[in-house]
């Protein structure tokens, strides 16, 4: 097996437990990849010879950033709904139903190549790991081929048959909920991980929410919630009751959300380009994590309400507008995303230890920090996945 020795790394963000602060950094560093994996970890003047060396020059080298949150299973823009909603008009739920016409019209090379395209624009800025959601869909046939789509870039793939209720269902979302949890799941479960459900006014209820997540689970699924984008609502207390590793979005939380969020040890993904986006309050990061809650960064890239693919630019976001230190928001898209995902394990990614997926990201910068206190710049420099140099 092929060995590579990364050396002159000024700054290794590892997130090792075992070593100091958040992010277990490590000064004048070397790391060994053997085929697939991290092998060795330590100060570059103590490291082992490696077939390729690889010098960093002094700059930074983090793990590969994990998104846990994207729909990238599409087509059709929505440039139009942003630029009418940056001249004043709300952002509401029912916009989804512009990206579904698009999507069941669009064949599925297309819906691949246009996903295919995203996946590479996130590998660029250092996404090694990405959850990819249907519900653009919302029929039994386009939904099973948006996750067959989606299977071919990524093993996270999610069922978001309950995104909102289609157009024809409109009159009887019972109905729609029927569908979702029969014979649209019956299709879709083999070529899924996760299920999903947008729990919030103007999509699901919770009642409607808890039948998507038993009839999923029964199915082999494990279960993820949208909670808490528009307003408070009792998504987030459902996923803490039960057990979910993450609920995503979590704006609007109530002390009583906050407290089943320490206590489930649910992690609460926050999902800052939604708020950049469509100009929303921000979510309040410095409380979660004060009260002692797990919280995780994700893109959300979605043609609607956030459509980034930039995990840098939601670490700016979270540090500049969400009370988050640089070294919590690094850690809450390695390290935290890795476990939303439940790829925290020691086989796992989001932290440079030995026997982790050798996934990296070399920064054109001494330091984490440049991630926040650089916005907008593209400092990822180089990036392996599995071992092998990508970008
Ligand atoms: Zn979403």
Not at 299 to 316: E, H, K, Q
Not at 320 to 348: F, I, K, N, Q, W
Request: with cysteine; hydrophobic share 45%.
């Amino acid at each position: 097996m092929s060995t590579t020795v990364i050396t002159g790394i000024g700054e290794l963000v590892t997130n090792d437990p075992a070593r100091e602060g958040v992010l277990g950094l490590v000064t004048d560093a070397a790391v060994v990849i053997e085929g697939d994996r991290v092998a060795w970890v330590g100060r570059a003047a103590e490291a082992p010879a490696a077939d390729v060396a690889v010098d960093a020059g002094g700059r930074a080298v983090l793990p590969g950033f994990v998104d846990s949150h994207s729909h990238l299973v599409f087509a059709g823009d929505r440039a139009e709904e942003f630029a009418a909603r940056m001249s004043g008009t709300p952002y509401a739920a029912g916009g989804i139903r512009t990206s579904v016409a698009a999507t069941r019209a669009a064949p599925d090379e297309l819906l691949l190549s246009r996903a295919a395209q995203l996946v590479q624009e996130m590998l660029r800025q250092g996404t090694t790991t990405v959850e990819i959601k249907s519900g653009y869909g919302l029929t039994t046939r386009d939904e099973a081929r948006s996750l067959a789509v989606a299977r071919q870039l990524t093993e996270h793939t999610t069922f978001l048959g309950a995104h909102v209720v289609p157009e024809e269902h409109a009159d009887d979302p019972d109905a729609y909920v029927e569908l979702v949890t029969g014979p649209m799941l019956e299709a879709c479960a083999p070529h899924a991980r996760w299920i999903d459900v947008f729990c919030e006014t103007g999509a699901f209820d919770v009642d409607q929410a808890r039948a998507v997540l038993d009839a999923g689970e029964a199915a082999g699924l494990r279960g993820r919630l949208h909670a808490g984008q528009l307003g408070p609502g009792p998504g987030v207390r459902l996923a803490c009751e039960r057990g979910l590793l993450a609920v995503d979005h979590c704006t609007y939380l109530e002390a009583a959300d906050v407290e089943a969020l320490r206590e489930s040890g649910t992690i609460a993904t926050l999902l800052p380009g939604v708020e950049f986006s469509t100009s929303q309050p921000y979510p309040d990061a410095r409380a979660l994590l004060d009260a002692g809650v797990r919280v995780a960064l994700a893109s959300d890239c979605n043609p609607g309400s956030c459509f980034t693919s930039s995990i840098p630019l939601c670490v700016a976001l979270a540090v500049r507008e969400m009370g988050m230190t640089p070294a919590e928001a690094v850690h809450a898209v390695t390290a935290t995303a890795a476990a939303a995902l439940d790829e925290d394990g020691p086989r796992g990614v989001g932290r440079i230890v030995p026997g982790r997926r050798a996934d990296l990201v070399l920064l054109d910068a001494p330091s984490h920090v440049h991630l926040a206190y650089r916005p907008g710049v593209p400092l990822v420099a180089g990036v392996w996945q599995k071992g092998r140099p990508v970008v």
